[in-house]
């Protein structure tokens, strides 16, 4: 049994696991919580995915409706998302699985036309309810939505 409380110290929890399994006193493990623990690593690396994608999709949200605004900054920020994205997706190829789900897709676009709404003020129902573009397209570093 461990002695530290997984519901009251967390990290103290968790340090006192990794004490445990290097001195290979498995019978003394909290394996649920362990269990618990690695999969919200996994759910983690799919929100800070999610959270990149949604951030991009704003962008390329405000490149298409507010062409006018456009400035100079606005490619490099474009540029900068989906370097991140390829990399996590590079770093983790699991995570390339969110992008054939349509929730995941959905919570990203949520996100973005959410994001794109109080950067630009226009109504959330203006943008898409679904996004059309490809994700090939996306992540493609020339690749910019039609100005509407």
């Known amino acids: 049994m ?8 967390i990290i103290a929890w968790a ?9 290979r006193n498995f019978e003394l493990l909290d394996i649920e919580h362990i269990a618990e623990e690695i999969e919200d690593v996994g759910k983690s690396e799919q929100r800070e995915l999610a959270s990149r994608m949604a951030a991009l999709l704003c962008h ?16 490099p920020t474009i540029k900068r998302q989906r370097e991140r994205i390829r990399h996590r997706l590079n770093k983790t190829p699991s ?9 995941w897709w959905a919570d990203a676009w949520a996100d973005a036309r959410d994001a794109a709404e ?4 226009i109504f959330y129902n203006k ?10 397209n996306i992540l ?8 509407s």
């Open 95 to 103: 995570l390339k699985n969110c992008l054939n789900d349509d929730e």
């Open 127 to 136: 943008f898409p309810k679904k996004c059309d573009w490809q994700v090939e």
């Open 60 to 75: 390329l949200l405000k490149w298409q409706y507010q062409p006018a605004r456009q400035s100079s900054s606005w490619k």
């Open 140 to 147: 493609l570093d020339e690749w910019f939505p039609q100005i």
């Open 2 to 9: 461990t002695t530290v409380n997984y519901e009251t110290d």
């Open 15 to 23: 340090n006192e696991q990794a004490r445990l399994i290097r001195s």
């Open 118 to 121: 109080k950067e630009t003020g």
